[in-house]
């Protein structure tokens, strides 16, 4: 019973941070005002997610990172995630 809430409440929570990072694509285009809360808040949470995969996935001006920081999120870590919890209860 544990496991399977931890895993669903890691589910929730990765799901949670890539919307952030979508919303986060979302601001790069509109240009909010940097000195909102909300998007200082946004920026806050997504930025040292994006910012360490900056160095590999920028190609001239096109920032792959919230791709990659979302493919990762999905395809490696959450699996690990769910490995780890099963493996410890």
Same mark, same amino acid.
């Given at each position: 019973?544990?496991?399977?809430i931890?895993?669903q &409440?890691? +589910?929730? %929570?990765?799901e949670l #941070?890539?919307?952030?990072?979508?919303v986060?694509? /979302? !601001?790069?285009?509109?240009?909010?005002?940097?000195?909102?809360?909300?998007?200082? &808040?946004? +920026?806050? %949470?997504?930025?040292? #997610?994006?910012a360490?995969?900056?160095?590999?996935? /920028? !190609?001239?001006?096109?920032?792959?990172?919230?791709?990659?920081?979302?493919l990762?999120?999905?395809?490696?870590?959450?699996?690990?995630?769910?490995?780890?919890?099963?493996?410890?209860?």
């Amino acid at each position: 019973m544990l496991p399977g809430i931890l895993i669903q &409440a890691g +589910y929730w %929570l990765f799901e949670l #941070i890539t919307i952030l990072i979508f919303v986060n694509i /979302v !601001f790069s285009w509109v240009r909010p005002d940097p000195n909102n809360p909300i998007v200082k &808040a946004i +920026y806050g %949470l997504t930025e040292p #997610i994006l910012a360490p995969l900056r160095r590999f996935t /920028v !190609f001239g001006p096109i920032d792959f990172s919230p791709f990659a920081a979302v493919l990762l999120l999905q395809m490696v870590i959450f699996p690990l995630y769910k490995m780890i919890i099963v493996f410890i209860f």
